[in-house]
């Protein structure tokens, strides 16, 4: 579509504009936020020239899946650097700071060079006559960036499905699809076969795939059998396991191991999910590249991610941070969150009493009533609940999040306030130290918290 049927009228930004004009630009000038599809991407990123660049210049891993792609990209990532190899990673969505998403060699794209970006994708966008959505074009200055920057290995995350996301313009040397789910409904359709096939759409011929769940669609086989790919599937070519004994997932001092039909290594346990650790090991032994085990040890001492079952202390309290917002990342939540419940109590004071006071928003488009039940009938003290509106044009109104809540939890253990900013110093005026307070529902939900976290710091 044109830019003259399609575009709202504003003012562009200058090389000298803040990054958040050219942000608050970007979300005005298309139809709408979402925008499936890639026949308008394709001719500004041919303009620009990042898809011959990437097949000419890097090594692609290209993750989807429902759940767990931002860990499995952040462990990609910090193995293929340990291995020295000049790295790309690109995530979303951020949590505080838009220069999150965009990463070499583990470090934060700066203000000006994502400017620099956005200016090179506006005037590729006007010469091709077109209108990007933020999304487009945040991706293509991101992929521009990586181009410029001669990077040996391009680690994208899928933001939505696969086959119609900006970041299959480029053309994968290695998949991941980490699980799947129902989520994006609207976008992806409402069953397993359809978001499947939509997921796999990032496959290419011959490439490997590595499958991390032990359910298939037969829409994945088929893309599969359709593109010649060579599987590797949870529980089937590899496998993981813990030791028997209680292990520290807060220190993650433990050993795990991890086992495929070539070797079995003894591995320290990372800070994130197993699961996705093991989808993104299998990921990095599939590609040609050169990745020891000293590299793999070594990142797997370091990597982190934020807001993925995220422990920390701050302002004399305890919080754990998980994005988790629909039915297969809130019950991984719940798995993780038993164990570190029990460990919790287990280094109090005799007699000191602890409960987990829950920091909770949505978005209006996700199944909240089922997060909530999920929640509520886990077993475990959650004593009150902080909600709030989310600042976001899609938030959960306070009516559908009370609405949601009112079935599950008492009216006495519901608090409500005006903003994310209120609830979070409530829940630090109303908890002690002993505590453990969870943030979860929606990245935005911990973005905003940490937000207010940072101030009080």
Aim: proline share 3%; with cysteine; net charge negative.
């Amino acid at each position: 579509m044109s830019s003259s049927n399609h575009a709202t009228t504003v003012t562009s930004p200058t090389a000298q504009s803040s990054l958040t004009a050219w942000l608050d630009y970007m979300q005005q000038i298309h139809v709408s936020a979402i925008d499936m599809g890639l026949s308008r991407v394709l001719p500004v990123a041919n303009y620009l020239g990042v898809v011959q660049s990437a097949k000419d210049d890097a090594f692609v891993f290209t993750v989807a899946g429902t759940n767990g792609k931002g860990s499995t990209t952040a462990v990609i990532s910090d193995m293929c650097r340990a291995a020295g190899y000049k790295t790309a990673l690109y995530q979303s969505p951020h949590l505080v700071d838009f220069n999150e998403r965009v990463r070499i060699d583990g470090q934060m794209a700066s203000d000006r060079t994502l400017i620099a970006a956005f200016e090179k994708v506006e005037q590729a966008r006007l010469a091709c006559d077109l209108t990007l959505s933020f999304f487009e074009i945040t991706t293509l200055a991101a992929l521009l960036i990586f181009a410029e920057a001669d990077c040996d290995v391009w680690v994208l995350e899928v933001g939505l499905g696969g086959r119609l996301d900006v970041t299959n313009i480029i053309d994968a040397d290695l998949a991941v699809i980490t699980n799947i789910g129902i989520d994006h409904v609207d976008w992806l359709g409402d069953n397993v076969d359809a978001i499947g096939f939509e997921k796999a759409g990032i496959l290419r011929d011959g490439i490997p795939l590595i499958f991390g769940a032990t359910d298939m669609p037969a829409s994945v086989q088929q893309k599969i059998d359709d593109h010649n790919v060579v599987c590797y599937q949870a529980g089937r070519d590899f496998s993981y396991r813990v030791p028997d004994i209680e292990t520290d997932i807060v220190t993650s001092a433990a050993t795990w191991q991890y086992s495929n039909a070539a070797i079995t290594l003894q591995l320290p346990q990372p800070k994130l999910s197993l699961v996705n650790t093991a989808n993104a090991l299998s990921a990095v032994l599939a590609s040609p590249l050169d990745i020891g085990i000293d590299a793999i040890k070594t990142a797997l001492q370091t990597v982190k991610l934020a807001g993925r079952f995220d422990y920390r202390q701050m302002v004399d309290r305890q919080w754990l941070f998980d994005v988790a917002h629909n039915e297969q990342g809130v019950t991984f939540l719940l798995n993780q969150l038993k164990p570190l419940w029990q460990q919790h109590l287990a280094v109090l004071n005799d007699g000191q009493m602890a409960s987990i006071k829950l920091l909770f928003s949505m978005l209006a488009d996700k199944d909240i009533e089922m997060v909530v039940e999920h929640l509520t009938q886990a077993k475990l003290p959650i004593t009150d609940w902080y909600i709030a509106e989310i600042d976001h044009p899609r938030a959960a109104s306070m009516e559908e999040l009370q609405a949601a809540l009112a079935a599950y939890v008492e009216d006495t253990a519901i608090h409500v306030y005006t903003d994310l900013q209120q609830a979070t110093q409530a829940v630090i005026e109303d908890s002690g130290a002993q505590d453990l307070i969870v943030v979860c529902g929606s990245f935005h939900t911990i973005g905003e918290a940490l937000t207010t976290l940072d101030v009080n710091e």
